[in-house]
């Protein structure tokens, strides 16, 4: 059942005529839905009139001492000090709790209450005025003793099963997990009018819980997995170096050429000067490659292998590059 702002109103309205006094916020629950309709627990309290004050009377001592054996005798043990309230006027004439209690001659009741929790009869009466009382069943935190519930019960929705009684839902139900999935899918599926992918969809924890993987979720509800495009593969040296070898016009025109680079130290492209034996080196990179082509003592002589060798490797590979240009013209 939706806990509506009527229903705050007369749960107030009950505890103050049945207590004398206003409840304190962890006493009367519900903080939440109070501040989604009031904006705050005293401004709750404000709207019926009670103003900031918790204490609507202050009774006597003699009043204190009635409402405490008025207590015992319909529920054969004592209060909590929270359960009995007016905690301010107890301190204010007895000094403590403990104190009151025993000038009213319940002391080793009040030990025999602590030691020995409420019985399973206890609870069931306890449940059953409530439900009679306000129409529903309460809330765990409404109905307190938690662990003497949970020790007797095994939990508060046990508890509420062995009388009869549906599972503790307060407020809105709870969509299921699968069904709020499903409701997404088909929302995604009316406007794209597509299968989502997975990226799209997201929600890969929710699913991984419910399903296992993405594919069992969509067939599930009667869809098959979309074929993914195929992302483009991200090309390597290895995949660059043997395009080359297999296909010379892919080559790259800028390294098919004799013009020396900034870093030289001969001004001839491909030969370097060793300068430990003071002599020249020469070589050619053709297509992945490569070629040594000797040491020589002097520039001239690796400059001439250097040029031989740029004949021999380069000038098929420019004349192969220069038709296939022509033929794209023609084309």
């Not at 129409?135 to 095994?154: L, M, Y």
């Amino acid at each position: 059942m939706a806990i509506t702002r009527e229903y705050l109103i007369q749960k107030l309205a009950s505890f103050v005529t049945e207590n004398g006094r206003v409840p304190k916020v962890k006493e009367f629950g519900h903080y939440g839905i109070i501040h989604k309709f009031f904006g705050s627990y005293t401004a709750f309290l404000e709207s019926q009139g009670f103003g900031k004050t918790r204490i609507i009377a202050h009774p006597t001592k003699s009043e204190l001492e009635k409402r405490l054996h008025e207590f015992v005798n319909k529920n054969k043990r004592t209060p909590k000090s929270v359960e009995f309230g007016f905690a301010s006027h107890v301190y204010k004439y007895y000094g403590s709790y403990i104190n009151f209690i025993k000038v009213c001659g319940y002391a080793s009741l009040y030990l025999d209450s602590r030691n020995h929790p409420a019985s399973k009869e206890a609870l069931i009466d306890k449940l059953n005025v409530f439900v009679t009382r306000h129409g529903r069943t309460p809330t765990s935190t409404e109905f307190g003793q938690n662990t003497t519930i949970v020790r007797k019960f095994g939990s508060y929705n046990a508890f509420l099963h062995s009388q009869g009684f549906p599972p503790n839902t307060p407020g809105r139900k709870t969509q299921p997990l699968e069904e709020k999935l499903a409701k997404r899918l088909d929302a995604f599926i009316a406007e794209h009018k597509r299968i989502p992918q997975p990226n799209e969809f997201k929600h890969y924890k929710a699913i991984r819980t419910t399903y296992d993987t993405y594919g069992a979720f969509l067939r599930a509800h009667g869809h098959t997995l979309p074929p993914s495009e195929a992302a483009p593969k991200k090309k390597t040296k290895k995949d660059t170096s043997k395009a080359k070898k297999n296909n010379p016009q892919r080559d790259n025109r800028s390294r098919l050429t004799n013009k020396p680079s900034r870093s030289s130290k001969t001004g001839v492209r491909g030969v370097t000067i060793n300068k430990k034996s003071n002599h020249y080196e020469a070589r050619i990179d053709c297509q992945g490659k490569r070629y040594y082509l000797g040491t020589f003592k002097t520039l001239e002589k690796a400059a001439e292998a250097r040029k031989a060798a740029e004949e021999k490797y380069f000038a098929p590979l420019l004349k192969e590059y220069t038709e296939s240009l022509q033929q794209d013209e023609t084309c």
